[in-house]
């Protein structure tokens, strides 16, 4: 089949139509597309045969007319409401975005230098905080305070 | 003369349209009347297409329902005609889908169904097998043109494609089918 015949023969579902001159033209000339063309026509004509050879289906149950009035008049099943998607998703979001916040917001403790020791030559004290102030903040008992007076009698 | 005429003649019957402004401006029976219009079309189309009756029953009535419920949206951009194929179409497609409505489907050609007569030759058994042997969308291109003889433009607009493709699919179907029959043959 050349290039020509190619593009006609993408085009021959408008035999049915009857509206492609170009098409007609060609098929007088090439004998080729017209045995193509014929053999598409024979398969349209058994098709049509198909179905008036099945008259059964050409007929509609009795009771057809009335199922359909019937279901008509049936009230409508109660309608999904998309708005509580909506909600539900909406309400997630925020929360996820709220636990996002906090999470950024926090009171940061850490601090780059941490690791390095402030006092070198001095060990840290168990328990004793030295970067952080507020640790010394509050009651502190008896116990607590020797420990931190010996911490920083050391450090001196 | 013309008096008497007028008196025996039945006026003719509301189109679609003025059907569907009867039905908006609140007479219920409007739509009877369109149901009772399209449901022999409808169901032939899903009947072909599920081989099956109570299907194709269903699917028909879904069909109209949801017509019914949806008709304040139609905004008329297409016939009714066309919009009620386009709905029966999806349902076709959706129930199609169900994989032993499926199966019931493909193996119904090789044994046709209750109602239907016994095909009277070899070659019309074969050709059947082959329609049922195309892609479900493929085989509703091909019975919407043949069968219900709509333009290429309507079956594009029922199957929610550009013309071109419901020309190509068309095309490919037919296509396939000799193909099918040659190997059916051999």
């Given at each position: 089949?050349s290039a020509?015949?190619?593009?006609?023969?993408e085009?021959?579902?408008?035999?049915?139509?009857?509206?492609?001159?170009?098409?007609?033209?060609?098929l007088?000339?090439?004998?080729?597309?017209?045995?193509?063309?014929?053999?598409y026509?024979?398969?349209?004509?058994?098709?049509?045969?198909?179905?008036?050879?099945?008259?059964?289906?050409?007929?509609?149950?009795?009771?057809?007319?009335?199922?359909?009035?019937r279901a008509?008049?049936?009230?409508?099943p109660?309608?999904?409401?998309?708005?509580?998607?909506?909600?539900?998703?909406?309400?997630?979001?925020?929360a996820?975005?709220?636990?996002?916040?906090?999470?950024?917001?926090?009171p940061?403790?850490?601090h780059p230098?941490?690791s390095?020791n402030p006092?070198?030559?001095?060990?840290?004290?168990d328990?004793?905080d030295?970067?952080?102030?507020?640790h010394?903040i509050?009651?502190?008992?008896?116990?607590?305070l020797a420990?931190?007076?010996?911490?920083f009698?050391?450090?001196? | 003369?013309?008096?008497?005429?007028?008196?025996?003649?039945?006026?003719?019957?509301?189109d679609d349209?003025?059907?569907?402004?009867r039905?908006?401006?609140?007479?219920?029976r409007?739509?009877?009347?369109?149901?009772?219009?399209?449901?022999?079309?409808?169901?032939?189309?899903?009947?072909?297409?599920l081989r099956?009756?109570?299907?194709?029953?269903?699917?028909?009535?879904?069909?109209?329902?949801?017509?019914?419920?949806?008709?304040?949206g139609?905004?008329?951009?297409?016939?009714f005609?066309?919009?009620?194929?386009?709905?029966?179409f999806?349902?076709v497609v959706?129930?199609?889908?169900?994989?032993?409505?499926?199966?019931?489907?493909?193996?119904?050609?090789?044994?046709?169904?209750?109602?239907?007569?016994?095909e009277?030759?070899?070659?019309s058994?074969?050709?059947?097998?082959?329609?049922?042997?195309?892609?479900?969308?493929?085989?509703?291109?091909?019975?919407?043109?043949?069968?219900?003889?709509?333009?290429?433009?309507?079956?594009?607009?029922i199957?929610?494609?550009?013309?071109d493709?419901?020309?190509?699919?068309f095309?490919?179907?037919?296509?396939?089918?000799?193909?099918?029959?040659?190997e059916?043959?051999?």
């Amino acid at each position: 089949m050349s290039a020509e015949c190619r593009r006609f023969d993408e085009r021959f579902a408008a035999l049915l139509a009857d509206d492609d001159e170009e098409l007609r033209r060609h098929l007088t000339t090439c004998a080729e597309c017209r045995a193509e063309a014929d053999a598409y026509r024979r398969t349209i004509w058994g098709l049509h045969q198909l179905d008036a050879a099945n008259p059964a289906e050409g007929a509609t149950p009795d009771g057809l007319h009335a199922g359909i009035l019937r279901a008509l008049d049936k009230p409508a099943p109660i309608a999904r409401r998309p708005w509580r998607t909506f909600v539900i998703a909406g309400g997630l979001s925020a929360a996820l975005a709220a636990a996002a916040l906090l999470f950024f917001l926090r009171p940061h403790h850490h601090h780059p230098h941490r690791s390095s020791n402030p006092m070198p030559g001095v060990e840290a004290l168990d328990g004793i905080d030295d970067e952080d102030p507020c640790h010394l903040i509050g009651d502190i008992d008896d116990e607590e305070l020797a420990k931190v007076t010996a911490y920083f009698k050391k450090g001196v | 003369m013309t008096l008497q005429l007028a008196l025996v003649t039945p006026p003719p019957p509301d189109d679609d349209e003025t059907l569907i402004a009867r039905f908006r401006g609140g007479e219920r029976r409007a739509f009877d009347e369109l149901v009772a219009r399209h449901e022999k079309a409808i169901f032939r189309m899903a009947l072909r297409s599920l081989r099956d009756q109570a299907d194709a029953e269903d699917v028909t009535q879904r069909a109209f329902v949801q017509a019914f419920r949806r008709l304040d949206g139609f905004r008329g951009d297409s016939s009714f005609r066309t919009w009620l194929y386009r709905i029966a179409f999806n349902l076709v497609v959706t129930h199609a889908r169900d994989a032993g409505r499926a199966r019931r489907a493909m193996q119904s050609l090789d044994a046709p169904p209750p109602a239907a007569p016994v095909e009277r030759d070899e070659s019309s058994r074969r050709l059947r097998a082959a329609v049922a042997q195309l892609p479900l969308k493929q085989r509703l291109v091909v019975e919407l043109r043949i069968y219900d003889e709509l333009p290429f433009r309507e079956v594009a607009q029922i199957a929610d494609c550009s013309e071109d493709a419901a020309k190509m699919n068309f095309h490919h179907a037919l296509k396939k089918l000799r193909v099918l029959l040659q190997e059916n043959e051999a």
